[in-house]
């Protein structure tokens, strides 16, 4: 059974959206609902999948390093999906963790990017496929 949502706290509700509702869409993702304490997404044409909501942060601190979220990663179709996304982020300034490659330490095959996206979350886009 799929994850149902995943919630997440960003610092900015406003920018955090201008920075998701660029990428999500790339990751398959359309908007789910929006309004003054909240946004979200649901997976693209109905399909299976987990929902992700944000909302404001009581207080800003996100530690990578620390207890609690480590990093988000969103599988996606294809390895052109994957360098897509790495585009996207690169073109942004985002930090560049891995540019798009294979990862044999993990069960492959495995052809993913890493950044670091917006609040200092590390995110994946990651490829399950050879082709």
């Given amino acids: 059974m799929a994850l149902g949502h995943l919630g997440v706290n960003v610092t900015d509700l406003v920018a955090a959206r ?12 359309e908007p789910f609902l929006a309004d003054g304490t909240q946004f979200a997404y649901w997976p693209a ?5 987990t929902y992700m909501f944000f909302y ?47 990862f044999p330490q993990y069960p492959p095959p495995y052809y993913a990017t890493f950044w670091i996206g917006y609040d200092g979350v590390m995110l994946e886009a990651v490829c399950h496929k050879d082709a």
């Fill in 56 to 102: 404001p942060a009581p207080e800003p601190g996100y530690a990578p390093g620390g207890a609690g979220l480590q990093h988000l990663a969103f599988m996606v179709r294809t390895r052109a999906d994957v360098d897509e996304v790495h585009a996207w982020a690169f073109s942004r300034g985002d930090e560049i963790i891995h540019a798009p490659r294979e």
């Fill in 45 to 49: 044409g109905g399909k299976i999948g």
């Fill in 18 to 29: 201008v920075y998701y509702d660029e990428l999500m869409p790339l990751l398959e993702y």
